[in-house]
Every structure is written in structure tokens, then in C-alpha cells.
């Protein structure tokens, strides 16, 4: 009888054995879901009660005085109970830390209790008791698995419940036997069957109780490998659209280029052949008119091959911009470059009655490369026309302003007119972007790229009269890159 009823136990104490190292070797290598502590501590704690208990049956004389190796058993199985019912209500919230340190409390109150049963009550006592405690946790964890059922319907909750309700059945039952039998029993040969076959169906009712919790576990698992691939699905297709995109605004921001690129020609050549036109235009007007003398006709002539030289020396010089090569350079006097600058630029300043200061001081030179640092100079004055043509001062001023400065020379363009607006000017030099209601933005961000391959800087400052001011620094022995 002894053996028979110890290798219940230990068959039992196998089958969660199994469970226990299948399910902790399965979930170790997950990532997406693990198992919950209280589960795996609450099984850990089963197999080792019936494993001492099925050990304590063995050797057992008076099963009115068992020895001390019941109350370990008993305290393994109390705190079993415990945290299968910790598992339930994590379920539903977390398990507070006060009802975490009572409940830890209460086992160590009931190795006290359980010990001085051990000694001084008998067996039908001890069970009573162990049945009326396991009872109340069947019903705690019968209570939030259904909760949990009720916000999320699942199939191994159901037998989990189901399987709660058979232990609390079988407890219950062991508890009438027990009260309606007024059974004394001293030996385990005196322990009715009926009573036997309760104890052992309600250890069977726990062991499918935790194999439902761990096919729980296997449906969370399969339930976030789905998700997580349905999110995988949704991130390739995120990717797949972002790659597309990118490449989109890589092939617009090609065009994008490309049309800077000859807006930028256009924007340079604008001025010489627009003068071009004018002096053919006038040539034409003197031929008709039979007013064409020797003098005019060269002085014509030669200005139309300067503003054609002038249109071949932008064409070469925005070409090595473009293209990164490195251009000649040399020795340029800055004196006699604003000169020309402001000579090609003398027709339009007059008609718009705009005032000229112009302070250079002498035997200022720089090493660059003369067609680009004259564009940037040109660039720089044209701006200052247009900002003071469209200016509401009545007293219109430009002026050009270079000095030594240490380290290499300081060329300053300002005006006195409306000024940059505040939200434009941390753009100033970007490409296609324009402080202006017309253009394209090209002028400023061609000025910056040439100051820059001579090694200097460029910068903007609101000029303390009113009006934009440029500052641009050259090293003095710069070289073109």
C-alpha cells in the first residue's frame, strides 16, 4: 500500500519534472514572451513536495506522528498553492509587494502551524486544514482566470478553470470524507480508497492545471510570433516604400541640380549678352542712320568684344566650379578688379541715381583666380542694386570697402536699403533658395563656393545704417583648389 501510493506521487512528481525542463529549455530560447516567475516557481515548488512526500510515504510507520520531512513536504505545497494564485492575478494586474510580504508571511506562519500539528493533532486534522487553505486559493485563481477570460478569451484558460474547479471539487470532497466519516486512522493501510482516489485526482487535476498554464504560454508565444512577423511584413513594406521615396528624391533632387546648374549659366550670362544686345541694337540704329563714323564704330566694337570675352570667361569659370577642377590663379589688384566690376555696372547705377563710395586701400592684392572673384564681386554689387532699386530711401547709397586685415584682406558690399528679411537670412547661401520675391537663389550660393575654393569666407551682417552688408575674407596668399 505504501509503495503503491509513493509511486503515485513520484510518477506524478515525473510528469511535472518533465513538464518543468521541456517548458524552462523551450522558453529559454525565446525572445518575445517568457514564462511567468510565479508559474515556473510554483511548479519548481510541486515537484519537489511530492517527491519528499512520495520519499515520506515510503518510510513512514504511524501516519498519526509522521516525521518532519510532512511539514517540508506540506510548506512545499502551501507555497505552491501561493504562487499558482500570485500567476492568476498577474493575469489580470500586478502582484503588489504588500500582498507579495504577507503572503511570504503566511507560509512562514504555516510551517509553524503545521508543525505543532505534526506533533499534536492527528491526520484527519492536518488534511482538513491543508484542504481548507488549498481550497481558498483554488477559488482565488478560479476567480481571476475568469476575469481574465471575460478581457481576453482563451482556450487554455478555459481548461486551466476547468482544471482549478476539479481540484476544488476533489478538495472539498477529501474535506466531506474526512468530516462525514469520522475516520481514525493510524496506519496508511487505514486510509479508505475513496479518500486515496480524491488525494490522487486532485494531484492530477494540479498537473494538468500546469500543463494548461504552459500551453497558455505556447499560445502567447505563437500569438507575438504572428504579431511580430505581421510587424516584420509592415516594416519591410515601410522600408521598401521609404527606398522608393529616397530614390524619387534622389532623382528630383538630380533634375533639381541640373536645372541649377544652367540657371546658375543663365543667371551669369544674363549680363554680358544682355548688354551685347544693347550695343548691337545701337550699332544697328548709327548703320540705318548713316551716322556711323570710324571712332564709333571701334569704340562699339571693342566694348562688344569685351562683354563676349566676359561671357567665355563665366562659361570657364563656372565650368571648374562645377566640375571641381583646379583653376589658375594669380597676382589680382583688388583696386583695379572693383574698377571693372563697377564700370560694367555703371550704366544701371546712374540710371537708378544710386550713390557710389569706394574706399580700397593701396597695393591690395590677392592670389586668385580673376574671372571667378570678379563674378562674386559682380554678383555682390548687382544685389545691392536690386535691393535699392525696389528701396524706399530717398538717398540711395552703395558702398565697396576693402583694407588689410591680419591674416589676409577684408572686402566689405553694403547698402542702405530695406534690408534681408530675418527669416531668409540663415539661408542666404543655400542653393535655390532666394531672400528675394524673384530669382532662383544662384548668385549668393555660387559667391560662397568660389570664396571658398580661394580658402576665404563669406558671411552676412545687417549694416548698422539700414540695409544688407557682405563681408568677404581672403587669405592673402589663397589658393584656388
Same mark, same amino acid.
Given at each position: ?80 498553492? @501561493? ?28 510551517? @509553524? ?369
Amino acid at each position: 500500500m505504501k509503495l503503491m501510493l509513493a509511486l503515485y506521487f513520484f510518477i506524478l512528481a515525473i510528469i511535472q519534472m518533465g513538464l518543468l525542463f521541456g517548458i524552462y529549455h523551450y522558453y529559454r530560447s525565446q525572445n518575445l514572451a517568457r514564462p511567468n516567475i510565479y508559474w515556473m516557481s510554483s511548479l519548481t515548488l510541486s515537484v519537489l513536495a511530492l517527491l519528499v512526500f512520495g520519499g515520506g510515504i515510503v518510510s513512514i510507520e504511524d501516519i498519526a506522528r509522521p516525521e518532519f520531512n510532512f511539514t517540508i513536504a506540506n510548506t512545499f505545497f502551501y507555497a505552491a498553492a @501561493v504562487l499558482q494564485a500570485f500567476f492568476c492575478q498577474s493575469l489580470n494586474r500586478e502582484v503588489g509587494k504588500p500582498l507579495k510580504i504577507s503572503l511570504a508571511i503566511s507560509i512562514l506562519i504555516f510551517i @509553524v502551524v503545521f508543525e505543532w500539528l505534526r506533533n499534536e493533532s492527528t491526520f484527519e486534522v492536518r488534511t482538513v486544514f491543508i484542504c481548507v487553505l488549498t481550497g481558498l486559493f483554488y477559488v482565488w485563481q478560479i476567480v481571476e482566470v475568469r476575469i481574465k477570460r471575460k478581457k481576453s478569451p482563451s482556450s487554455q484558460l478555459i481548461y486551466l478553470q476547468y482544471a482549478s474547479v476539479a481540484e476544488l471539487f476533489f478538495a472539498l470532497g477529501r474535506l466531506t470524507i474526512l468530516i462525514v466519516g469520522s475516520l481514525t486512522i493510524r496506519q496508511v493501510e487505514q486510509i479508505p480508497q475513496i479518500l486515496i482516489l480524491f488525494t490522487i485526482a486532485q494531484l492530477v487535476m494540479n498537473t494538468l492545471s500546469y500543463i494548461a498554464i504552459g500551453s497558455y504560454w505556447a499560445e502567447q508565444i505563437a500569438f507575438s510570433n504572428f504579431r511580430s512577423n505581421q510587424e516584420n511584413q509592415e516594416i519591410k513594406a515601410l522600408l521598401k516604400e521609404r527606398e522608393t521615396l529616397i530614390g524619387s528624391l534622389l532623382k528630383a533632387n538630380k533634375t533639381a541640380s541640373t536645372g541649377a546648374l544652367s540657371a546658375a549659366i543663365a543667371h551669369e550670362l544674363n549680363q554680358p549678352l544682355g548688354a551685347s544686345s544693347l550695343n548691337i541694337q545701337f550699332l544697328q540704329k548709327k548703320l540705318s542712320e548713316g551716322q556711323l563714323n570710324p571712332a564709333l564704330e571701334k569704340e562699339i566694337l571693342d566694348t562688344l568684344l569685351a562683354d563676349n570675352q566676359r561671357a567665355a570667361g563665366i562659361i570657364r569659370s563656372l565650368r571648374s566650379i562645377f566640375s571641381d577642377e583646379k583653376v589658375e590663379s594669380s597676382r589680382i589688384d583688388l583696386a583695379e578688379l572693383i574698377e571693372v566690376v563697377l564700370s560694367i555696372a555703371k550704366p544701371e547705377i546712374t540710371a537708378k541715381s544710386i550713390q557710389i563710395a569706394v574706399s580700397v586701400q593701396p597695393h591690395l592684392m590677392i592670389q586668385a583666380n580673376r574671372g571667378e572673384i570678379q563674378q562674386v564681386l559682380l554678383n555682390l554689387v548687382n544685389n545691392a542694386i536690386q535691393a535699392l532699386v525696389t528701396s524706399s530711401q530717398q538717398v540711395k547709397k552703395l558702398s565697396i570697402d576693402a583694407q588689410h586685415t591680419e591674416g589676409g584682406v577684408l572686402l566689405t558690399v553694403a547698402d542702405n536699403g530695406d534690408g534681408i528679411p530675418e527669416a531668409s537670412q540663415n539661408q542666404l547661401f543655400e542653393l535655390l533658395s532666394s531672400s528675394k520675391s524673384s530669382g532662383m537663389g544662384l548668385g549668393l550660393w555660387l559667391c560662397k563656393h568660389i570664396v571658398t575654393r580661394h580658402g576665404g569666407s563669406i558671411v552676412f551682417e545687417p549694416n548698422p545704417g539700414g540695409g544688407a552688408k557682405f563681408l568677404v575674407r581672403f587669405p592673402v596668399d589663397s589658393e584656388v583648389t
